[in-house]
């Protein structure tokens, strides 16, 4: 009996061993194969544009192929649900952006990062420009408010899901004066770009690194930028006296990073992180992002939940003080700004 007790102990300690040797093993082989990467927006947008410009440093610093996926819809909730659904293994990744912060404040999940671990917040696009056709008859924010106010409902504006640009600075505005347009909704900003290149859509607001080269090449028109200081001879859009006080909620911008489920491995979650850091060093990819308007951040772990929750903070409170949250801030234990 004795006997028999030995040898279910010894086998018992031999399989925890074995798993925890499995276990190692599996963190010091990551990645054994190539990484999957969920891209929350349509192509040609500025978070598109921006990770596929990250990625192949990553891949580099990982030594595996990162193979990208563009999973666009609900405001990124399509493209965020899909990765939650895939094991927490690192294999699947979130390449998000800042809508996702605001999932529960407009209802439209009932998670934001609060499931996601944060490898890197990699940039954020801190120059957002009101652009407009080519041929559009404005050429300031002024002349566009006058118009838009002698014609309301006529103008049409591009617009995206809460948490957006487009939707963001709409609130920002509406909460100074009377902008009345036809919103048109589009899955990103590459589809509105499209749009607006053909005649269907008469302006929007976009990141300026999604379309800084359009405006040079003449395909777009840009009216203004959010700030009280020119931008590559763009005028400031506070030049119209009745959004000058838009400055009390700058500076603002979208931002781009990549995450992984929480439960991810710690070890994975390290090596993932360092790859990641190492890409956003890199001077080629920094160049290319500061040309586009954008500062680089690189930032991640505690850093990385600081800035999101400061930034979730800013844009909740402004949501709930425009009359357009679903859900008080302060019900979801947001603090205020």
Request: proline residues 6%; aromatic residues 10%.
């Amino acid at each position: 009996m004795q006997n028999h007790k030995r040898q279910l102990l010894g086998a018992a300690l031999v399989a925890v061993a074995a798993a925890s040797i499995g276990a190692n093993a599996f963190a010091q082989a990551y990645p054994a194969r190539d990484v999957t990467a969920v891209i929350q927006w349509g192509a040609g947008g500025g978070t598109d544009v921006a990770m596929r410009a990250y990625a192949p440093y990553a891949e580099e610093a990982l030594g595996k192929k990162i193979v990208l996926q563009n999973k666009p819809g609900a405001s990124g909730a399509i493209g965020a649900n899909f990765v939650l659904q895939q094991p927490a293994d690192g294999y699947t990744l979130l390449m998000g952006a800042e809508p996702q912060s605001l999932f529960r404040v407009m209802g439209t999940a009932d998670f934001d990062y609060d499931k996601f671990y944060p490898i890197n917040i990699a940039a954020i696009a801190n120059t957002v420009l009101l652009v407009a056709r080519a041929d559009a008859p404005w050429n300031t924010m002024q002349d566009l408010l006058s118009h838009v106010q002698a014609n309301p409902n006529k103008v049409k504006q591009y617009t995206a899901g809460p948490g957006t640009v487009p939707f963001t600075v709409n609130a920002m505005i509406g909460s100074l004066t009377k902008f009345d347009t036809i919103r048109i909704p589009f899955d990103g900003d590459g589809p509105a770009i499209a749009a607006l290149q053909g005649g269907h859509a008469d302006i929007g607001f976009i990141a300026s690194g999604a379309v800084i080269e359009h405006i040079k090449a003449g395909r777009l028109k840009a009216l203004g930028v959010l700030s009280d200081k020119p931008y590559q001879g763009i005028p400031p859009m506070t030049d119209a006296p009745s959004v000058r006080n838009i400055t009390k909620y700058l500076p603002w911008g979208s931002w781009y990073g990549v995450f992984v489920r929480k439960e991810t491995p710690d070890d994975v979650k390290a090596k993932l992180v360092a790859a990641f850091k190492k890409a956003a060093e890199t001077p080629k990819y920094r160049e290319f992002m500061a040309n586009r308007g954008t500062t680089i951040l690189n930032l991640s772990g505690a850093g990385a939940e600081q800035f999101i929750q400061r930034w979730q903070s800013t844009t909740a409170w402004l949501y709930q003080g425009a009359g357009v949250a679903k859900k008080n801030p302060a019900e979801l234990g947001i603090a205020r700004p």
